[in-house]
Protein backbone atom coordinates (compact mmCIF):
# COMPACT_ATOMS: atom_id res chain seq x y z
CA UNK A 1 0.00 0.00 0.00
CA UNK A 2 1.52 3.49 -0.89
CA UNK A 3 1.42 6.66 0.93
CA UNK A 4 1.75 8.74 -1.23
CA UNK A 5 0.77 9.51 -4.77
CA UNK A 6 4.52 10.71 -5.53
CA UNK A 7 5.57 6.94 -4.66
CA UNK A 8 3.81 5.89 -8.24
CA UNK A 9 5.82 8.20 -9.72
CA UNK A 10 8.33 6.14 -12.81
CA UNK A 11 5.75 3.19 -11.93
CA UNK A 12 3.51 3.15 -14.90
CA UNK A 13 2.13 -0.67 -14.94
CA UNK A 14 2.50 -2.86 -18.26
CA UNK A 15 0.18 -5.20 -19.37
CA UNK A 16 1.10 -8.18 -21.81
CA UNK A 17 -1.73 -8.39 -24.21
CA UNK A 18 -1.76 -12.16 -25.06
CA UNK A 19 -4.92 -12.13 -27.04
CA UNK A 20 -3.67 -9.32 -29.33
CA UNK A 21 0.32 -11.54 -29.94
CA UNK A 22 -2.23 -14.52 -31.07
CA UNK A 23 -4.32 -13.06 -32.89
CA UNK A 24 -1.71 -11.12 -34.75
CA UNK A 25 0.19 -14.66 -34.63
CA UNK A 26 3.28 -13.42 -32.92
CA UNK A 27 5.33 -16.53 -31.50
CA UNK A 28 8.79 -14.90 -30.77
CA UNK A 29 7.59 -11.53 -30.06
CA UNK A 30 5.35 -9.96 -26.67
CA UNK A 31 2.84 -6.59 -27.33
CA UNK A 32 2.79 -4.74 -24.23
CA UNK A 33 0.52 -1.85 -23.52
CA UNK A 34 1.62 0.54 -21.01
CA UNK A 35 -0.84 2.17 -18.94
CA UNK A 36 -0.58 6.01 -18.49
CA UNK A 37 -3.50 6.67 -17.43
CA UNK A 38 -2.65 4.67 -14.00
CA UNK A 39 0.42 6.95 -13.39
CA UNK A 40 -0.65 9.93 -12.07
CA UNK A 41 2.83 11.83 -13.09
CA UNK A 42 1.50 11.58 -16.24
CA UNK A 43 -1.85 12.77 -16.75
CA UNK A 44 -2.69 14.16 -20.10
CA UNK A 45 -3.46 17.58 -18.22
CA UNK A 46 0.19 17.81 -17.48
CA UNK A 47 2.20 20.82 -18.81
CA UNK A 48 5.69 20.84 -20.44
CA UNK A 49 7.69 23.35 -18.97
CA UNK A 50 10.40 24.50 -20.96
CA UNK A 51 12.26 27.38 -18.88
CA UNK A 52 11.93 28.11 -15.11
CA UNK A 53 11.83 31.74 -14.24
CA UNK A 54 12.28 32.13 -10.59
CA UNK A 55 11.36 36.08 -9.69
CA UNK A 56 12.63 37.37 -6.38
CA UNK A 57 10.30 40.39 -5.40
CA UNK A 58 11.17 43.84 -3.99
CA UNK A 59 10.65 45.78 -0.68
CA UNK A 60 7.11 45.31 0.16
CA UNK A 61 6.03 47.16 3.88
CA UNK A 62 2.56 44.68 4.20
CA UNK A 63 1.37 40.96 3.73
CA UNK A 64 -0.77 42.20 1.56
CA UNK A 65 2.09 43.00 -1.48
CA UNK A 66 3.33 39.20 -0.68
CA UNK A 67 3.34 37.10 -3.81
CA UNK A 68 1.16 34.91 -2.39
CA UNK A 69 -1.49 37.33 -1.41
CA UNK A 70 -1.80 39.16 -4.07
CA UNK A 71 -1.48 36.44 -6.56
CA UNK A 72 0.47 38.98 -9.04
CA UNK A 73 -3.12 40.20 -10.57
CA UNK A 74 -1.45 42.89 -11.43
CA UNK A 75 1.21 42.07 -13.92
CA UNK A 76 -0.13 41.93 -17.18
CA UNK A 77 0.77 39.35 -19.68
CA UNK A 78 3.06 42.24 -21.97
CA UNK A 79 5.07 42.81 -18.71
CA UNK A 80 5.46 38.62 -18.78
CA UNK A 81 6.60 38.96 -21.97
CA UNK A 82 8.84 41.58 -21.63
CA UNK A 83 10.87 39.26 -19.13
CA UNK A 84 11.07 36.76 -21.43
CA UNK A 85 12.54 39.36 -24.20
CA UNK A 86 14.96 39.91 -21.19
CA UNK A 87 16.19 36.64 -20.37
CA UNK A 88 16.94 36.40 -24.10
CA UNK A 89 13.93 34.50 -25.35
CA UNK A 90 12.38 35.49 -28.93
CA UNK A 91 8.74 36.96 -28.72
CA UNK A 92 8.25 34.43 -31.76
CA UNK A 93 9.35 31.04 -30.18
CA UNK A 94 6.99 29.23 -28.90
CA UNK A 95 7.91 27.95 -24.84
CA UNK A 96 6.08 27.19 -21.91
CA UNK A 97 7.41 29.05 -19.07
CA UNK A 98 7.19 28.48 -15.19
CA UNK A 99 6.79 31.82 -13.06
CA UNK A 100 7.56 30.77 -9.14
CA UNK A 101 7.44 33.49 -7.43
CA UNK A 102 8.19 32.79 -3.07
CA UNK A 103 6.91 34.84 -0.51
CA UNK A 104 10.43 35.92 1.80
CA UNK A 105 10.43 35.02 4.91
CA UNK A 106 8.03 36.71 7.35
CA UNK A 107 5.28 37.15 4.56
CA UNK A 108 2.72 34.65 3.46
CA UNK A 109 2.22 31.75 5.31
CA UNK A 110 5.21 32.83 7.82
CA UNK A 111 3.91 36.16 8.63
CA UNK A 112 4.47 35.69 12.69
CA UNK A 113 8.01 35.35 11.89
CA UNK A 114 10.49 38.56 11.21
CA UNK A 115 11.61 39.35 8.19
CA UNK A 116 15.46 38.90 7.47
CA UNK A 117 15.34 42.90 5.52
CA UNK A 118 18.31 42.19 3.21
CA UNK A 119 19.95 39.04 5.11
CA UNK A 120 20.94 38.11 1.63
CA UNK A 121 22.37 35.02 2.50
CA UNK A 122 18.90 33.86 4.39
CA UNK A 123 16.48 35.62 1.57
CA UNK A 124 18.55 33.70 -1.13
CA UNK A 125 18.10 30.17 1.19
CA UNK A 126 14.19 31.06 1.54
CA UNK A 127 14.35 31.39 -2.44
CA UNK A 128 16.42 28.11 -2.94
CA UNK A 129 14.32 25.98 -0.90
CA UNK A 130 11.07 27.20 -2.43
CA UNK A 131 12.08 26.97 -5.61
CA UNK A 132 13.50 22.69 -4.93
CA UNK A 133 9.74 22.20 -3.48
CA UNK A 134 7.88 22.96 -6.86
CA UNK A 135 10.65 20.70 -8.85
CA UNK A 136 10.55 18.32 -6.33
CA UNK A 137 6.78 18.37 -6.24
CA UNK A 138 5.91 18.18 -10.43
CA UNK A 139 3.17 16.00 -10.08
CA UNK A 140 1.13 18.10 -7.33
CA UNK A 141 1.18 20.96 -9.87
CA UNK A 142 0.50 19.18 -12.73
CA UNK A 143 3.86 20.06 -14.54
CA UNK A 144 6.64 18.12 -15.77
CA UNK A 145 10.24 20.17 -16.40
CA UNK A 146 11.63 19.27 -19.75
CA UNK A 147 14.80 17.91 -20.44
CA UNK A 148 17.44 20.33 -20.70
CA UNK A 149 14.86 22.61 -19.45
CA UNK A 150 16.84 26.52 -17.98
CA UNK A 151 16.35 28.51 -15.22
CA UNK A 152 16.79 32.23 -14.68
CA UNK A 153 16.67 34.43 -11.60
CA UNK A 154 15.24 37.91 -11.80
CA UNK A 155 14.76 40.67 -8.88
CA UNK A 156 14.95 44.24 -8.66
CA UNK A 157 14.95 46.70 -5.32
CA UNK A 158 15.25 44.16 -2.86
CA UNK A 159 14.86 41.38 -5.16
CA UNK A 160 17.92 42.72 -7.33
CA UNK A 161 19.98 41.82 -4.14
CA UNK A 162 18.47 38.39 -3.55
CA UNK A 163 18.86 37.21 -6.86
CA UNK A 164 22.36 37.81 -7.30
CA UNK A 165 22.90 36.06 -3.69
CA UNK A 166 20.75 33.59 -4.92
CA UNK A 167 22.76 32.83 -8.09
CA UNK A 168 26.13 33.00 -5.93
CA UNK A 169 24.18 30.34 -3.62
CA UNK A 170 23.30 27.94 -6.35
CA UNK A 171 27.08 28.38 -7.87
CA UNK A 172 28.60 27.63 -4.23
CA UNK A 173 26.37 25.80 -2.59
CA UNK A 174 27.14 22.25 -0.72
CA UNK A 175 25.29 19.30 -1.30
CA UNK A 176 26.30 17.92 -4.84
CA UNK A 177 23.72 18.57 -7.97
CA UNK A 178 21.66 21.41 -6.78
CA UNK A 179 23.27 23.50 -9.56
CA UNK A 180 21.87 20.95 -11.62
CA UNK A 181 19.09 20.25 -10.35
CA UNK A 182 18.38 23.95 -10.78
CA UNK A 183 20.18 24.63 -13.85
CA UNK A 184 20.63 28.15 -13.34
CA UNK A 185 21.54 30.50 -16.98
CA UNK A 186 21.77 34.07 -15.80
CA UNK A 187 20.67 36.44 -13.46
CA UNK A 188 19.13 39.10 -14.05
CA UNK A 189 19.42 42.41 -11.24
CA UNK A 190 17.81 45.50 -11.36
CA UNK A 191 18.94 48.59 -8.60
CA UNK A 192 19.51 46.64 -5.68
CA UNK A 193 20.58 48.41 -2.58
CA UNK A 194 24.10 46.51 -2.62
CA UNK A 195 26.21 48.96 -0.78
CA UNK A 196 23.50 50.39 2.11
CA UNK A 197 25.67 53.23 3.78
CA UNK A 198 25.18 54.95 0.74
CA UNK A 199 21.49 53.92 -0.22
CA UNK A 200 21.06 55.43 3.10
CA UNK A 201 22.87 58.46 2.26
CA UNK A 202 21.13 59.08 -0.85
CA UNK A 203 17.70 58.80 0.91
CA UNK A 204 18.31 61.44 3.79
CA UNK A 205 19.63 63.75 0.81
CA UNK A 206 16.43 64.12 0.00
Avoid: W
Avoid at 29 to 34: D, Q, S, T
Avoid at 42 to 49: F, G, K, L
Avoid at 171 to 184: D, F, Q
Amino acid sequence: IKQSALELIGGTPLLQLNNYSKKAGLKDAKILAKLEYLNPANTSDTVQIDIVIIDCHGTISSNSEAPSKCKYASISVKEIEDELVYLGIPDNYKIKALLIAPDYLGYGASADKTHPYMITNLCARNIIDSVLSVMNNQSSFKIQLKNGYKSYVIGYSQGGQTSLGTMRAVENYTPSGLKSTINLQKCYSGAGPHDLPATMESFLSK
